[in-house]
């Protein structure tokens, strides 16, 4: 079954670290196109980081010098390092790729920093 699968979310403290992790499974062959987006509650969907056709990388302003995003090409693996996390920074998590036309999302992964 094609999938996307994230891990990685948790609990911390403002100031904090996570690594989040997305492996694509079945059919989804390569990660040229995955990237991350995160859902707030009451808040719409919004891009975090994501890898470009071109192999350029963007970021929302709001995690640039903060956020790190990496892939392992070989084990079909996206990650999103975080650092120096922010209340603000609570959400939902999800990974997100496109494949073959078909767009790919994972169930995503709860981030939460308390202050």
């Known amino acids: 079954q094609a999938q996307l699968v994230e891990s990685g979310g948790g609990s911390v403290q403002d100031g904090g670290s996570l690594r989040l992790s997305c492996v694509a499974t079945?059919?989804?062959?390569?990660?040229?196109?995955m990237g991350w987006y995160r859902q707030a509650p009451g808040k719409q969907r919004e891009l975090v980081a994501s890898?470009?056709?071109?192999?350029?990388?963007n970021y929302a302003d709001s995690v640039k010098d903060r956020f790190t995003i990496s892939r392992n090409r070989a084990r079909d693996t996206v990650y999103l390092q975080m650092n120096s996390l922010k209340p603000e920074d609570t959400a939902v998590y999800y990974c997100?790729?496109?494949?073959?036309?078909?767009?790919?999302w994972g169930r995503g992964t709860q981030v939460t920093v308390s202050s």
């Open positions: 997100r790729t496109i494949f073959a036309g078909i767009e790919y």
């Open positions: 079945g059919r989804i062959r390569g990660v040229n196109t």
């Open positions: 890898f470009t056709r071109d192999n350029n990388i």
